[in-house]
């Protein structure tokens, strides 16, 4: 199973990006689905997670800006990200739980004006 994360680039505060996380095998199969980042100097964190059944669940520092979803025909997650702040910076990865743990290869989001 391979994750392939997308979409990540340059954006001044308060604008939106949407990050993709392409799937190679269906994310119907996945337990769960998360989003981590990891800002320069500091240890990975988790941003938020969708399970099998559609429920989401987010980090504070981001509830209410950032959303996760699922697209199960094109088997991609995707988090949409509106309001971003410059302590939004960071490698993003996506994750998946299948039994096993698979993660994406990560994708710069630069927050800056």
């Known amino acids: 199973v391979q994750l392939q994360a997308s979409g990540g680039g340059l954006v001044q505060p308060g604008e939106s990006l949407r990050l993709s996380c392409a799937a190679s095998r269906s994310v119907l199969g996945f337990k769960s689905m998360a989003w981590y980042r990891q800002a320069p100097g500091k240890e990975r964190e988790w941003v938020g997670r969708?399970?099998?059944?559609?429920?989401?669940d987010y980090a504070e520092s981001v509830k209410g800006r950032f959303t996760i979803s699922k697209d199960i025909a094109k088997n991609t997650l995707y988090l949409q990200m509106n309001s971003l702040k410059p302590e939004d910076t960071a490698v993003y990865y996506c994750?998946?739980?299948?039994?096993?743990?698979?993660w994406g290869q990560g994708t710069l989001v630069t927050v800056s004006s």
């Open positions: 994750h998946g739980n299948r039994g096993a743990d698979y």
């Open positions: 969708i399970d099998s059944g559609g429920s989401t």
